[in-house]
C-alpha cells in the first residue's frame, strides 16, 4: 500500500517557512586553557560580507602568529576562536556569547557590518568584555549606540562623508542626487551624514530608495533612477551587495549618465566590479599601495601579509591586524587583560604604525586617524593582480573630519 | 508614467527570473511529492558550472554545460539518495535535502573558496536596448527571452509528451498512475533531472547579472517556495502566473515604498492562503489528497 501524504500544500509551506529562518552559527572550538590568551574573532564567512570577513581573518591570523613567534601577550600565548557571524545580528552575538563563556576569550574583535557590531558591544558591555570593533562604519557604532567597552578605529560615516564632501564639493555640491542605501543603521548613517553635507550646499535630494542587507536584484531601483535621471547617483552598499548593485546599474547605463559615488569601498569591492569602477569616487580608510610609501610599519604588514597570502591586504585586513597589535601594547602597559584597567590605558594611550600617529577620542572611543577619498582607475591601469584599484584624491586627517564631541549623543558608561 | 512603465516592464523580467526558478520546484513537487530545499544548490550548482566552463571555453558553452552537470548529478542524488523520501512526510525529505544543500554548498565553499565571483557579461550585452522613452538592459532582456523560450519548452514536454502525460496524471493521483501500470519510477527520475537541469541552466545564465557565492542558492530558494506556494502546487501555469506577480508586487513596492519590497511578497503569500489556499492556479484535488 502506497503511503499517501495527507496536506501536501501545509508540508510545503511549512516548508517555505523553514526555509525563510534557516540560519546557523558554526563558531570555532578552542577550549580555554589557563596559560594563554583567549581572543574571539566574530566576521561573516558567508553571506554578502564574508570577502570582507575573510580578508580580516587572514590579518588577524598573521596578527596572532607574529605576536605568538614574538613572546605573545606578556608572555602568554594567544589563541583564537572563530566564528562565522554572517552578517547578522543575532549570529554575531551568540558567537560572541560562546567566545567568551565558552572559550574564556577577554577580548572580541571583528565584524563586517555596523548592524552586528552595534549588537556586540551591548553584549560585552553587559559581559564586561573588551569589543575592539573592525569593519564597522556607521556612526552608531561609537556614537548614538557607545559604550564604555567598546573602541572602533575604522573611519565612521560622518568622516567619510565630511572628506568625500571637502574633495567633491566644488564637483557635486549642485544637482540632483539619487539614493540607494542599505537599509540598516550602517546605509541611514552614512545617507543622513552625507544629506547633512551636500544638501545645505545645493545638492538636490530626489529619491532615498532603501533596500535590504542582501538583495540581489536591484534592478527596480536603477530602473527608477534611471527614470529620475540624476547627476550624482550614491549606492550606499557593501560588500557583494555593492558588486551586484554597481554592475547591475552599468548595464542600465547609468555609470556613463551619472556621476557614480561609493562612499565606502575596499580592494575586493573593487575587483568586484571590474570596469564599472572607473571614476568612480569613494572612501578608504587605508590603501595599501599609499600607506606602504610613507609608513615602515604599513610595508612591513603589507609584504608579510603577501609573503603569506599572495594577496594584498584590503582596509578592513588592515584594521584588524593593528587592532590586535593595539590590544598587545595595551596589555603589556596594564599588565592584565582586566578591562577595568585596561580601558583607561586605550583612552589615552598613542600609536605610530601603519598610518601615523593615531588614539582613540575619549569621549566616544572612536579612533582619529587618516581618511582617504579615492577614485577607481580603469581596470586595465590597475596593477598588482586588481589590487592597485585606485588613485587618492586626497588624505584627510582624523581631527579635521571627526564629529564635533558637542555634536554627540554619545553617553559612556562609567565602567 | 516612464517611471511606471519602467517599472512594469523591470517587474515582469524580475518575475521571469522568478518564474525559471519555481517551475523546476513545482513540476518536482507536483510529480514526486518531494518538497526540494535542494533546489537552490542546483542552481549555485549550476552557476559554479557555467562559471569555470565559461572562463575556459566561453559564455554558450557554459550554458550548455551548467544544465547538463546538474541533470548528472540530480540523476545520481535521485538513484542513490532520494528515491526513498518521494512521497514520505515532509520532515524527513526537509531534513535530506535541506543536508544535501548544506553539503553542496560547503563543497563549493572548499573547491571555490568564499568569495564572491561573477562571469563578466560578454561584452556585445553590456548595452542597453532603446524601447522608445527609455532604455533597458539588453542581457537583462535576452534572459527574459530566453525564460520565455525554456518555459514554452517545459510546457511541451509536460503536454505533449508520454512522459509529460505520467507527471500530469501524477499530480492528480500518483497511486492510480502506478496501479494503471505507468512506469512512474522512470518518469521521476527525468523529472527530477529536468528541474534541476533547470535551476542549473538559470544559475548558468543568470551569472553575468547575480555575482554567485556558495550560498546563492539560498538566497533564491525562498522567493521561489513563495512563488510556488502563490501560485498553487506543482501547477505550471501557477509558477508562472506566481512569479510575474511576486515580480510586479516587487518592481511597484520599490517605487513607491522600497523597504516594502521584500515583506509585500510575503503579505501576498498570506493573503493567497487565507482566500485561495491552493494557489491562484491550484488543484483542488491536490488538497483533498
Not at chain 1, 55 to 64: E, G
Not at chain 1, 308 to 323: D, F, L, Q
Not at chain 2, 133 to 138: D, L, Q, R, S
Request: aromatic fraction near 10%.
Amino acid at each position: 500500500m502506497t503511503h499517501v501524504p495527507s496536506t501536501s500544500r501545509g508540508r510545503f509551506i511549512g516548508g517555505a517557512a523553514a526555509a525563510s529562518a534557516a540560519a546557523f552559527g558554526f563558531p570555532g572550538i578552542l577550549s580555554a586553557q589557563s596559560k594563554q590568551i583567549v581572543i574571539g574573532l566574530n566576521v561573516p564567512q558567508s553571506g554578502p560580507y564574508s570577502d570582507q570577513g575573510l580578508d580580516q581573518l587572514r590579518a588577524y591570523n598573521l596578527a596572532i602568529d607574529q605576536v605568538n613567534k614574538s613572546g605573545g601577550i606578556m608572555g602568554l600565548q594567544v589563541k583564537a576562536s572563530v566564528g562565522d557571524d554572517q552578517t547578522k545580528a543575532d549570529v554575531a552575538v551568540q558567537n560572541a556569547q560562546n567566545m567568551i563563556d565558552r572559550d574564556g576569550a577577554v577580548m572580541i574583535t571583528g565584524g563586517s557590518s555596523t548592524g552586528t557590531a552595534v549588537a556586540v558591544s551591548g553584549l560585552c558591555q553587559r559581559k564586561g568584555s573588551l569589543f575592539m570593533a573592525t569593519l564597522t562604519h556607521g556612526d552608531d557604532t561609537t556614537n548614538q549606540a557607545c559604550h564604555k567597552h567598546t573602541f572602533r578605529r575604522y573611519n565612521d560615516a560622518y568622516m567619510s562623508s565630511q572628506a568625500l564632501a571637502r574633495t567633491l564639493i566644488s564637483k557635486y555640491g549642485t544637482g540632483t542626487w539619487f539614493h540607494i542605501t542599505a537599509d540598516y543603521s550602517w546605509g541611514w548613517s552614512v545617507h543622513d551624514n552625507l544629506a547633512a553635507v551636500v544638501n545645505p550646499k545645493g545638492a538636490k535630494e530626489i529619491a532615498y530608495v532603501k533596500l535590504k542587507l542582501g538583495t540581489t536584484d536591484f534592478s527596480a531601483a536603477l530602473s527608477q533612477a534611471q527614470a529620475a535621471k540624476p547627476d550624482v547617483l550614491v549606492l550606499t552598499e557593501f560588500g557583494a551587495d555593492m558588486v551586484n548593485c554597481l554592475n547591475q546599474a552599468a548595464t542600465f547605463g547609468l555609470t556613463k549618465s551619472c556621476k557614480i559615488l561609493v562612499p565606502l569601498v575596499d580592494e575586493y569591492m573593487a575587483k568586484g566590479t571590474k570596469d564599472n569602477f572607473t571614476n568612480v569616487v569613494s572612501t578608504a580608510p587605508f590603501y595599501w599601495q599609499y600607506h606602504e610609501k610613507s609608513y615602515n610599519e604599513a610595508k612591513t604588514f603589507v609584504r608579510a601579509f603577501y609573503d603569506r597570502y599572495k594577496t594584498y591586504p584590503s582596509n578592513g585586513a588592515e584594521c584588524a591586524y593593528v587592532n590586535i597589535l593595539v590590544y598587545k601594547k595595551a596589555v603589556e602597559r596594564a599588565q592584565s587583560t582586566d578591562p577595568a584597567k585596561l580601558i583607561p590605558i586605550l583612552e589615552t594611550m598613542q600609536w605610530n604604525l601603519t598610518k601615523g600617529p593615531e588614539h582613540f577620542r575619549k569621549e566616544d572611543h572612536q579612533g582619529v586617524n587618516s581618511v582617504l577619498v579615492v577614485e577607481g582607475l580603469p581596470e586595465a591601469d590597475r596593477g598588482e593582480g586588481g589590487f592597485a584599484y585606485a588613485k587618492v584624491l586626497e588624505e584627510h586627517n582624523g581631527p579635521g573630519v571627526m564629529a564635533p564631541l558637542d555634536g554627540l549623543v554619545c553617553k559612556m558608561e562609567t565602567a | 508614467m516612464v517611471a511606471l512603465s519602467q517599472a512594469l516592464l523591470n517587474g515582469l523580467v524580475l518575475g521571469l527570473i522568478y518564474v525559471a526558478i519555481a517551475v523546476g520546484l513545482t513540476i518536482v513537487f507536483g510529480t514526486l511529492r518531494l518538497v526540494n530545499f535542494a533546489h537552490g544548490a542546483f542552481y549555485a550548482i549550476g552557476a559554479y558550472v557555467g562559471l569555470v566552463v565559461a572562463q575556459q571555453a566561453g559564455l554558450w558553452w557554459g550554458f550548455l554545460a551548467a544544465p547538463i552537470a546538474v541533470a548528472l548529478f540530480a540523476v545520481v542524488l535521485d538513484r542513490v539518495l532520494l528515491r526513498p523520501f518521494y512521497g514520505k512526510d515532509a520532515t524527513s525529505q526537509i531534513l535530506v535535502t535541506f543536508g544535501i544543500a548544506l553539503i553542496v554548498e560547503e563543497t563549493l565553499r572548499l573547491i571555490f573558496g568564499s568569495t564572491t565571483q561573477q562571469y563578466p557579461m560578454p561584452a556585445a550585452l553590456t548595452t542597453s536596448v532603446s524601447l522608445g522613452a527609455f532604455v533597458y538592459p539588453a542581457y537583462r532582456l535576452l534572459f527574459a527571452g530566453f525564460v520565455i523560450v525554456m518555459l514554452v519548452l517545459v510546457w511541451l514536454f509536460i503536454e505533449r509528451t508520454d512522459y509529460g502525460l505520467i507527471v500530469r496524471a501524477g499530480v492528480r493521483d500518483r497511486t492510480m498512475v502506478q496501479l494503471l501500470g505507468g512506469n512512474i519510477r522512470q518518469a521521476s527520475t527525468i523529472v527530477f533531472a529536468l528541474g534541476a537541469a533547470i535551476a542549473g541552466l538559470v544559475g548558468a545564465a543568470a551569472s553575468p547579472i547575480y555575482s554567485i557565492a556558495p550560498g546563492t542558492g539560498f538566497a533564491f530558494l525562498v522567493p521561489s517556495f513563495v512563488v510556488v506556494v502563490v501560485g498553487g502546487l506543482g501547477s505550471f501555469w501557477g509558477a508562472v502566473l506566481g512569479g510575474i506577480l511576486i515580480g510586479e508586487l516587487q518592481s511597484l513596492t520599490t517605487l513607491v515604498f522600497a523597504p516594502g519590497a521584500n515583506v509585500i511578497i510575503y503579505l501576498c503569500m498570506a493573503l493567497v492562503l487565507l482566500l485561495r489556499p491552493q494557489g491562484l492556479l491550484g488543484e483542488s484535488e491536490v488538497i483533498r489528497q
